[in-house]
Nanobody, 126 residues
């Protein structure tokens, strides 16, 4: 059984930085793409970033390009999201997701049937 546990959320002023972590247990971490999504109050859950199983490919939502960086450590079974130059509109609950398809392309995002963490709150004040 796959378990994902996010951490690193908190409250920060606009322009600040946070680093989210997501530790995975159960299954083979290194063969699955990992992604970050976020959900603001009253809104749909949106894609933020994805990293391939090998760590060699990444992609980002336009709204975070140049500010956020996704990375992974396949020895520590952990995926990270470094968030810089945070804006109030980045306020949301951030979720990590493990794709269910091994060794797949990042062109297709993890869907609702992916493995999800419980989320970590990020609040950016103006």
């Amino acid at each position: 059984q796959v378990q994902l546990v996010e951490s690193g959320g908190g409250m920060v002023q606009a322009g600040g930085s946070l680093r989210l972590s997501c530790v995975a247990s159960g299954g083979t971490f290194s063969i699955y793409n990992m992604a970050w999504f976020r959900q603001a109050p009253g809104k749909e859950r949106d894609f933020v970033a994805i990293i391939s199983w090998s760590g060699t490919s990444t992609d980002y939502a336009d709204s975070v390009k140049g500010r956020f960086t996704i990375s992974r450590d396949n020895v520590k079974n952990t995926v990270y999201l470094q968030m810089n130059s945070l804006k109030p509109e980045d306020t949301a609950v951030y979720y990590c997701a493990r794709d269910t398809r091994p060794l797949s392309s990042i062109a297709v995002r993890p869907g609702s049937n992916a493995n999800w963490g419980q989320g970590t709150q990020v609040t950016v004040s103006s």
